[in-house]
């Protein structure tokens, strides 16, 4: 499957997402359930979206690392819009710091809506936020 750009991405429920992102920040490690979370803010030239790091990939990733996600899901975690690698999907760090990158838009501070054309797919339907509003925008 080809790779996609971050600006690209749509709400789905299947793992379908290929793409590659540098890792901006990273928030607390946390618990849900019996599994640990992290949720981070990723971005590559086009967008920026918030990823969810699961169990041992919160340890794995930093802020700086370039990361390939392969199989990934984009869909709702705890009513938060999020790319994640899934059950089926898989990240990987295939770099540092060399990449160029835009936090807006970002793809999970949009509000979407089913397509009326077609109810399996999303349209977008309103920018809640230009930017994140958990990972405050990065000074320059």
Known sequence: ???V????????????INTQFILLDKGNVGQD??????LSLA???????HFQLWGDECRAFEPG??????SGIFSYHKNCLVLRAGRKGKAEKVGEFGMLF???PNMSEIKWARDPTNPRKFVQEAVL????????????
């Open 1 to 3: 499957m080809p790779m």
């Open 5 to 16: 750009s971050l600006k690209d991405i749509v709400p789905a429920a299947t793992n379908t």
């Open 33 to 38: 359930g019996m599994e640990t979370t992290c």
């Open 43 to 49: 971005a590559d030239e086009t967008a920026s979206v």
């Open 65 to 70: 690392d370039i990361i390939r996600l392969t």
């Open 102 to 104: 835009v936090e807006t």
């Open 129 to 140: 936020s230009s930017h994140s509003k958990i990972f405050p925008p990065l000074p320059y």
